[in-house]
């Protein structure tokens, strides 16, 4: 199976402050990647598709970025609503696998 | 409007069976595949297996032997069955669906039902 290594696995952010997230893949996944933002008690939403596209309805300070095994996703400008996990998934190749999680607080 | 929802048992005896269905709306299971990921409390998801559009089944290898998946595309129901459960097996279960870009399949999951929480315990 591929690992995602993500990190890290914790930060804290203030308002209005851009935050990078980065997911390492065991092997190159061909930009085959997704970004899922999950809040509290709630089910994770995609926010980003194929690397670097938006899912419809997510706010552009989202995007996502890198190629091979090494890939990001950044906020520009930390919003209160931002606070949440994060999640990385490769479907390069099965099973679907996923990165062990960001959680993001406002500071 | 595209709309999943799991059901079933929010406790569950160690050694017995888990039996969730995940109801569909919006979409068809013969023209979407349905996958179920899991989430124990606190800790990440883990993709547990597929319906595929065309009726067969994948899952992941280190739940085989004890996963099941099946459907009844009448009743636009997905099945999950899974033996021999343990409290490690304790986690929110979603079902979701497979993502379409011009026309192109996608394992990225855009819907997702609301879980369902598995407490195993005695």
């Known amino acids: 199976d591929i690992q995602m290594t993500q990190s890290p696995a914790s930060l804290s952010a203030s308002l209005g402050e851009t935050v990078s997230i980065e997911c390492l893949a065991s092997?190159?996944?061909?930009?085959?990647l997704a970004w899922y933002q999950q809040k509290s008690g709630k089910s994770p939403q995609l926010l980003i598709y194929a690397a670097s596209r938006l899912q419809d309805g997510v706010p552009s300070r989202f995007s996502g970025s890198g190629s091979g095994t090494r890939y990001s996703l950044k906020i520009s400008g930390m919003q209160p609503e931002d606070e949440a996990d994060y999640f990385c998934q490769q479907s390069y190749k099965y099973p679907p696998t996923f990165g062990g999680g960001t959680k993001l607080e406002l500071k | 409007e595209v709309q999943l929802k799991e059901s079933g048992p929010g406790l569950v005896q160690p050694s017995q069976t888990l039996s969730l269905t995940c109801t569909v709306s919006g979409f068809s299971l013969t023209d979407y595949s349905v996958h179920w990921v899991r989430q124990p409390p606190g800790k990440g998801l883990e993709w547990m297996g597929v319906m595929w559009s065309g009726g067969s089944t994948a899952y992941n290898s280190a739940l085989k032997s004890r996963l099941s998946i099946s459907r009844d595309t009448s009743k636009s129901q997905v099945f999950l069955k899974m033996n021999s459960l343990q409290t490690e097996d304790t986690a929110i279960y979603y079902c979701?669906?497979?993502?379409?870009?011009?026309?192109?399949?996608?394992?990225?999951?855009?819907?997702w039902g609301q879980g369902t929480l598995v407490t195993v315990s005695s």
């Open positions: 979701t669906r497979e993502s379409r870009y011009y026309g192109y399949s996608y394992n990225w999951f855009a819907y």
């Open positions: 092997e190159g996944i061909s930009n085959d």
